[in-house]
């Protein structure tokens, strides 16, 4: 079984994308197939490929974000994914005008150890190398979670 996770934050250039891109090299290493996707609750960027500051330090730990391309949240989504993970509780109030909450999670919830509640948004704080480590952090967290349902 696939399980398909869709990752939101507000503009899907920075958060999301770095958390579907990350999710993914730590699945591929642990031998995991998961159906991953990205998207944000706002349709600003979409078509346009992550923050140019996301994907540097993304680069600088390994991950490629290149390919990516932004794209806003659909009612459709609720049906096609097991899980909806966002990176704050704005996402999650936003996500109620697309669909039924009982799928969406934050991706804090998976932390490995002490941490925050939400993951800040990059694009306002500039801190892209802190939340890129906690964006890892929760990626190890919610794969440790998966890793006994699949």
């Known amino acids: 079984m696939t399980h398909r996770i869709l990752f939101v934050c507000l503009g899907n250039i920075c958060r999301s994308p770095t958390a579907e891109a990350v999710t993914r090299a730590k699945a591929a290493a642990r031998g995991l197939s998961l159906d991953l996707d990205s998207a944000g609750t706002g349709d600003w960027h979409i078509g346009k490929p992550p923050y140019p500051p996301m994907q540097t330090a993304a680069r600088a730990k390994g991950y490629d974000l290149s390919s990516l391309r932004a794209r806003q949240v659909m009612p459709a989504d609720f049906d096609r994914f097991d899980r909806i993970i966002v990176m704050d509780d704005d996402n999650a109030s936003d996500l109620a005008a697309f669909g039924p909450s009982e799928h969406v999670s934050r ?17 306002f704080t500039r801190d892209f190398d802190g939340a890129l480590a906690l964006i890892e952090d929760c990626a190890e967290g919610l794969l440790d979670a998966l890793d006994g349902q699949l």
Request: charged share 10%.
């Open 107 to 123: 991706f804090t919830d998976y932390l490995c150890g002490p941490g925050a509640a939400y993951v800040p948004d990059p694009y």
